[in-house]
T-cell receptor, first 112, second 115 residues
Framework: AQKVTQAQTEISVVEKEDVTLDCVYETRDTTYYLFWYKQPPSGELVFLIRRNSFDEQNEISGRYSWNFQKSTSSFNFTITASQVVDSAVYFCALRIYSKLTFGTGTRLQVTL | GAVVSQHPSWVICKSGTSVKIECRSLDFQATTMFWYRQFPKQSLMLMATSNEGSKATYEQGVEKDKFLINHASLTLSTLTVTSAHPEDSSFYIC???????????FGPGTRLTVL
């Protein structure tokens, strides 16, 4: 069975601070995909990134960066110079075949 | 591209009534659609997987007679909450997977409140 753990329930930072959201996953499959989604108050999921299990390259997209480490089964997400608009719930998810398993989410609050 | 819509975006109903939620893939055909439920401040939980033209596959603990899913065409799946009760109040989100492409695209969600 697969499992995704986001140990941080809520994080509060002041604007311009860097923040890292942790994600640890469990699976016995060797082929899988990892995702990060943003869920603003409107509720609609916003896709941020997808990474397959064979690609451990870290990725940077603007202020966002992701660190994938198979050795520790982690897929962490860092926001650099956070902004108020980053306030949302962030979900990490694991997909094996078609089944997508979500973590419990981390609520990020960025204040001025 | 890859837009998924849901209708209605929110609904309030009385206890005991049935509510139908539609999920449409607007610019692609989806052989498979997924229904998720999200309680306040909780994660998304997969309820069922529906395949066009066949019966839906429900996750453990989800009552198939209560949550009726119909995937009648390659662009439309419906979820009917029968005899709704206040504990069914939740945010229901669908996703659609394009034919021959293993990726899910999410709808905007439907907020159901049962009084």
């Amino acid at each position: 069975a697969q499992k995704v753990t986001q140990a941080q329930t809520e994080i509060s930072v002041v604007e311009k601070e860097d923040v890292t959201l942790d994600c640890v996953y469990e699976t016995r499959d060797t082929t899988y995909y990892l995702f990060w989604y943003k869920q603003p108050p409107s509720g609609e999921l916003v896709f941020l990134i997808r990474r397959n299990s064979f690609d451990e390259q870290n990725e940077i997209s603007g202020r966002y960066s992701w660190n994938f480490q198979k050795s520790t089964s982690s897929f962490n997400f860092t926001i650099t110079a956070s902004q108020v608009v980053d306030s949302a719930v962030y979900f990490c998810a694991l997909r094996i075949y078609s089944k997508l398993t979500f973590g419990t989410g981390t609520r990020l609050q960025v204040t001025l | 591209g890859a837009v998924v819509s849901q209708h209605p975006s929110w609904v309030i109903c009385k206890s005991g009534t049935s509510v139908k939620i539609e999920c449409r893939s607007l610019d692609f055909q989806a052989t498979t659609m997924f229904w998720y439920r999200q309680f306040p401040k909780q994660s998304l939980m997969l309820m069922a997987t529906s395949n066009e033209g066949s019966k839906a596959t429900y996750e453990q603990g989800v009552e198939k007679d209560k949550f009726l899913i119909n995937h009648a065409s390659l662009t439309l799946s419906t979820l009917t909450v029968t005899s709704a009760h206040p504990e069914d109040s939740s945010f229901y989100i669908c996703s659609a997977r394009p034919t021959r492409y293993n990726e899910q695209f999410f709808g905007p969600g439907t907020r159901l409140t049962v009084l």
